[in-house]
């Protein structure tokens, strides 16, 4: 059964359509990158997908959608905002729970991040500010993640290990991706979007960065 379905859709904003004629489908299980050029619809095709499955997903925006003045920990621990009390919650602010501390510091660890733990994000680079963004959906939790350019502002190995920590932590993964490289090695299947259509939809494997050089064109 799938977890996405789309029939022929028309996505966009404010009247204006970004996406037409959209038939997609996607499984429980698939790990898929959208690729192509800048304003092709990749993320309209992933705001789209978060509104489809918001209880299943969590997502990773491409603006990161972090709070500047708090701590790593603390826009890590957002992801679970949900699971507790705002009067929990508001402890935890005051002061962490170190339960919720050990948790996250293992997410980090794995991000490379651990000893920024308690740095504001707002003193972070570009690339650690991604990382977080990327943690804080980890620690959400659930059966898909959704992420718009997660590793765009990270440099290649760092990139690596956080599609490795994504691939490991959810069944279900789809990336709107800008390298076709990293978007090949780490999912099953590509689809591939010009000009607001999607003009191609093949399984990954055996396919090299040339094979899509067309949608950048």
């Known amino acids: 059964m799938a977890l996405f379905q789309f029939d022929r859709a028309s996505l966009g904003y404010n009247g204006r359509a970004v996406v037409r004629n959209l038939s997609l489908s996607i499984r429980a299980g698939e790990r898929v990158a959208l690729v192509g050029a800048s304003g092709a619809g990749k993320s309209t ?45 508001l402890v935890n602010l005051l002061r962490p729970i170190h339960r919720h501390v050990a948790e996250v510091e293992a997410i980090l660890t794995t991000l490379g991040l651990a000893e920024k733990l308690f740095t504001a994000v707002g003193e972070l680079s570009g690339g650690q500010q991604q990382r977080t963004a990327v943690a804080r959906a980890l620690y959400h939790g659930g059966e898909v993640l959704l992420g718009d350019e997660p590793v765009s502002a990270v440099d290649g190995l760092q990139s690596r290990a956080v599609l490795e920590a994504i691939n490991a932590a959810y069944p279900t993964v789809v990336l709107a991706m800008h390298d076709v490289a990293l978007a090949i090695e780490y999912t099953g299947r590509i689809i591939g979007l010009k000009s607001g259509e999607v003009v191609l939809d093949v399984p990954s494997a055996g396919l090299t960065p040339a094979d899509l050089t067309s949608l950048y064109r």
Request: net charge positive; proline share 2%; hydrophobic share 45%.
């Open 45 to 89: 095709v992933i705001a789209a997908l978060y509104a489809q499955q918001k209880a299943l997903t969590a997502l990773v925006p491409q603006d990161g959608a972090l709070v500047k003045q708090l701590s790593v920990y603390h826009n890590v621990y957002i992801g679970r905002l949900h699971r507790h009390s705002g009067a929990y919650n």
